[in-house]
């Protein structure tokens, strides 16, 4: 009975964290780990952004350590709302330490919307 209960917990704990947790898409998560790096950021635009989608601003400042803190699906559009760290930006050096808002809707593989939600603090530093 005891090998049945040490089976039980395991599977219980997979299926509710499979059952209950975020999703991310191969190609969202390839974009996450490209931000800190600027270079790699553009690279990651280029591939999966439609044309005029993302707009340049994401690749001025370093935004590093993104955090998706939504998920939603509207529309067969998948929408991430996620937070990143500004760590430099030499055309804004108040902006530094600062946390960025934004969310980006993707559809078949591509980002098909972008929308700034300012920084965290409610303050712009610009």
Do not use: H
Not at 48 to 64: E, H
Not at 65 to 76: A, F, M, R, V
Not at 96 to 109: A, D, H, K, L
Request: with cysteine; aromatic share 12%; charged share 25%.
């Amino acid at each position: 009975m005891k090998k049945v209960q040490y089976l039980i917990l395991p599977l219980m704990f997979l299926f509710i964290t499979g059952f209950f947790g975020r999703s991310i898409i191969p190609e969202m998560e390839e974009f996450k780990e490209a931000f800190g790096d600027q270079e790699k950021l553009t690279m990651a635009i280029e591939k999966y952004s439609k044309p005029g989608v993302t707009p340049d601003a994401l690749t001025l400042c370093n935004l590093a350590e993104p955090l998706i803190t939504k998920t939603e699906n509207k529309e067969n559009i998948l929408y991430y709302t996620c937070e990143a760290k500004v760590e430099k930006c030499p055309q804004s050096p108040k902006a530094v330490g600062t946390v960025r808002i934004f969310t980006m809707g993707w559809e078949n593989g591509k980002v098909v919307s972008f929308e700034w939600g300012g920084p965290k603090s409610g303050a712009v530093e610009y």
